[in-house]
C-alpha cells in the first residue's frame, strides 16, 4: 500500500517555472515505477511523465518533452517534477501515482494522490 500527496503547484506565468512534490508512504516506494499526470477542466486525465523504480528511465508525454523533468530520491521517498517554460494550456491538476511497471496509461497505475493545481496565466 502507497499513499501518495502532491504539493508545490500554484499560479505562475507564462514562461515561469515550478517544481511539484509528491511525498509518498509506505516501505515499498522504492519498488514502484512513478508517474504525473494532468487533467484540465473538461478534458481527459493526460500522461505528463514517469520514471522506473531506479530512475534511470524516464518517459515523458510530446507536449512536455523538453520542458519537464521527472526525478525520485528514494532515501526521501519523494518524487518530484520540474517544470520550466510553463504555458497556460500547462494549466490542469497535476496528479502523481505508483505502479509496479513503467506506464503511460493512468489505468494501469494503482495508487493516486490528490492532486495539486498548477495555474499558469499568459
Known amino acids: 500500500q502507497v499513499q501518495l500527496v502532491e504539493s508545490g503547484g500554484g499560479l505562475v506565468q507564462a514562461g515561469g517555472s515550478l517544481r511539484l512534490s509528491c511525498a509518498a508512504s509506505g516501505r515499498t516506494f522504492s519498488r514502484y515505477a512513478m508517474g504525473w499526470f494532468r487533467q484540465a477542466p473538461g478534458k481527459e486525465r493526460e500522461f505528463v511523465a514517469a520514471i522506473n523504480w531506479t530512475g534511470g528511465r524516464t518517459y515523458y508525454g510530446d507536449s512536455v518533452r523538453g520542458r519537464f523533468t521527472i526525478s525520485r530520491d528514494n532515501a526521501k521517498i519523494s518524487v518530484y517534477l520540474q517544470m520550466n517554460s510553463l504555458k497556460p494550456e500547462d494549466t490542469a491538476v497535476y496528479y502523481c501515482?505508483?505502479?509496479?511497471?513503467?506506464?503511460?496509461?493512468?489505468?494501469?497505475?494503482?495508487?493516486w494522490g490528490q492532486g495539486t493545481q498548477v495555474t499558469v496565466s499568459s
Open positions: 501515482a505508483a505502479h509496479y511497471d513503467l506506464g503511460y496509461a493512468a489505468n494501469e497505475y494503482d495508487y
